[in-house]
């Protein structure tokens, strides 16, 4: 069993930083590719940023572009995501997830929530104006 906890949510002001972390559980996690979606107040959950196992490749969604940034150490078996700027559109549940190991990470398999084998619980991030 493969489980996903996220810290470091909390409340900011705009224009303030977060980082969250996913700690994954066992060695296994050092071979998912990890992903963060987050959902906001009556949405649906958005791709956010996305990891290669080795964190050669990174993606990002649109809004996140510039200013957050996705990382791993997998000496940790930990995710991170650095959000700087932040906005109160940013406000939102954020999860990570592990992406199936069959799957290759790439723009099309990225965003299908689908291709996630494991999700953790959730870290609330609140922005506020």
């Known amino acids: 069993q493969v489980l996903l906890l996220e810290s470091g949510g909390g409340l900011v002001q705009a224009g303030g930083s977060l980082r969250l972390s996913c700690a994954v559980s066992?060695?296994?996690?050092?071979?998912?590719?990890m992903t963060w979606f987050r959902q906001g107040p009556g949405l649906g959950r958005e791709f956010v940023a996305a990891?290669?196992?080795?964190?050669?490749?990174?993606y990002y969604q649109g809004s996140a572009k510039g200013r957050f940034t996705i990382s791993r150490d997998n000496a940790k078996n930990t995710v991170y995501l650095q959000m700087n700027s932040l906005k109160p559109e940013d406000t939102a549940v954020y999860y990570c997830?592990?992406?199936?190991?069959?799957?290759?990470?790439?723009?099309?398999?990225?965003?299908?929530?689908?291709?996630?084998?494991?999700w953790g619980q959730g870290a609330q991030v609140t922005v506020s104006s």
């Open positions: 066992g060695s296994i996690g050092t071979v998912f590719a």
């Open positions: 997830a592990a992406l199936s190991p069959g799957l290759p990470l790439n723009e099309v398999t990225m965003t299908g929530q689908h291709n996630y084998v494991y």
């Open positions: 990891i290669s196992w080795n964190g050669a490749d990174t």
